[in-house]
């Protein structure tokens, strides 16, 4: 079976989970700083290191997580490690959270620009995306200095690429495939 297919096995076993129990805010909220707890290096050794044992892993993540999630949470990964598919958190994380806000109907965006946006601007061009997917808008800004100027845009599986650097390897590759 492949990764994406465990992570998401998961992820929907939970998510219906916290919503049959009315729990779902909760369990976003867990789910949410598991994926940034997930984020440590030292955390992502921990998950994938073939040497520690299963019961040393639960030991060490519950112990760490201890009075900051749900008993449901906390039992899903006693559940995954069980398992032997720790590796997945972050993935059943990142699910869980993508299937909460689809649920929801907030469509996820990242602006990166070379410098920072002023709110204003951020709030036109979340308000443009709603209104062209219907939908609510979580907006994320990315600073990305190498792309020199100009913007990318990426909601959904739609992207908007305008940013200078990719003008400038279109230019680049026009010139190469001339011949003079």
């Known amino acids: 079976m492949n990764d994406g297919k465990i992570s998401v096995r998961y992820a929907r076993a939970l998510f219906l989970s916290a919503l049959d129990r009315k729990i779902l805010d909760r ?45 449901i949470t906390a039992s899903l990964i006693r559940l995954v490690v069980k398992n032997g598919r720790e590796s997945y958190l972050p993935g059943i994380a990142r699910e869980f959270v993508r299937s909460t806000k689809e649920y929801r109907g907030i469509t996820e965006t990242v602006l990166t620009t070379a410098v920072r946006v002023d709110e204003e601007t951020k709030k036109q061009i979340a308000d443009l995306i709603a209104e062209a997917f219907k939908t609510k808008v979580e907006l994320k800004e990315v600073v990305d200095r190498d792309i020199i100027g100009g913007f990318i845009l990426k909601a959904e599986d739609n992207y908007i690429d305008a940013s200078v650097r990719n003008k400038l390897r279109k230019i680049e590759k026009e010139l190469k495939s001339r011949t003079f």
């Open 27 to 71: 369990v976003y909220a867990d789910m949410a700083l598991i994926a940034e707890v997930c984020s440590v290096p030292e955390f992502r050794e921990l998950l994938e290191s073939p040497i520690i044992l299963p019961s040393r892993k639960n030991e060490i993540i519950q112990g760490t997580l201890k009075g900051k999630i749900d008993e």
